[in-house]
C-alpha cells in the first residue's frame, strides 16, 4: 500500500512536469482585472498560503502538537478540510497559469527549483490525500506526506509569488 500511494504521487509530479515542458510556452492568458498574468498568480497564491497556514495550524491542533495539547476540538477538523478543499481550488488556476502559461522552466536556478517544487507539491498532496485513506499504512506518513506538501507550497510561493512581490511591489 505504502508503495502505491509513493507511486501516485511520483506520478503526479512527473507527469505534470512532462506536461509543462510539452504545453509551456508564453502565452496570452486573462489577467483578471490585474496588471499582469504574474501578478494575478501572485495574489492568488497569497491567498492560498493563508488557507496552506490554516491548514498548519489545524493539524497541528489536531495532532495536539500545539501548547496545551488538549484534543482539537470539532470544528478544527471541519476548519481542516474547508481549508484544505478552498487552497486546493484556488491553487488551480495558479498551476493552470504556471504550467500551461509558462511551462517547466529550467532557465535560473530559480526558476527551475519553482517549477520543480510546484510539481513536487502536487505529487505530495497526492501522496496525502491517498494516505488519508491507506488503513493499513505507518502511523508517520499522513504527517510526513502533509509537512511536504506544506514545505513544498511554501518553497514555490516563496520562489514565484515573493520573489515577483520583490520584483514588482505589492501592485495590483
Known amino acids: 500500500m505504502l508503495v502505491a500511494v509513493l507511486f501516485a504521487g511520483a506520478a503526479v509530479s512527473l507527469t505534470l512536469g512532462l506536461l509543462g515542458a510539452a504545453l509551456g510556452e508564453p502565452r496570452s492568458l486573462p489577467t483578471w482585472g490585474f496588471s499582469s498574468v504574474q501578478t494575478f498568480k501572485a495574489w492568488l497564491a497569497?491567498?492560498?498560503l493563508v488557507l496552506v497556514l490554516a491548514q498548519l495550524v489545524t493539524a497541528l491542533s489536531i495532532y495536539q502538537k500545539l501548547p496545551g495539547r488538549r484534543p482539537a476540538p470539532r470544528w478544527a477538523h471541519l476548519l481542516h478540510r474547508i481549508t484544505g478543499t478552498a487552497a486546493f481550488l484556488a491553487g488551480l488556476p495558479v498551476a493552470f497559469y504556471c504550467l500551461y502559461g509558462f511551462g517547466f522552466d529550467?532557465?535560473?536556478?530559480?526558476?527551475?527549483?519553482?517549477?520543480?517544487?510546484?510539481?513536487?507539491?502536487?505529487?505530495?498532496?497526492?501522496?496525502?490525500?491517498?494516505?488519508?485513506?491507506?488503513?493499513?499504512?505507518?502511523?508517520?506518513?499522513?504527517?510526513l506526506a502533509g509537512g511536504a506538501t506544506f514545505t513544498l507550497f511554501v518553497l514555490a510561493w516563496t520562489l514565484g509569488a515573493a520573489w515577483w512581490f520583490r520584483q514588482t511591489g505589492l501592485t495590483t
Not at 109 to 131: D, E, Q, V, W
Request: aromatic share 8%; with cysteine; proline share 7%.
Open 46 to 48: 497569497g491567498a492560498v
Open 106 to 143: 529550467a532557465t535560473t536556478p530559480r526558476t527551475l527549483m519553482h517549477s520543480l517544487a510546484g510539481c513536487l507539491f502536487y505529487g505530495a498532496f497526492t501522496t496525502k490525500m491517498l494516505a488519508l485513506r491507506g488503513k493499513r499504512l505507518p502511523r508517520l506518513v499522513l504527517p
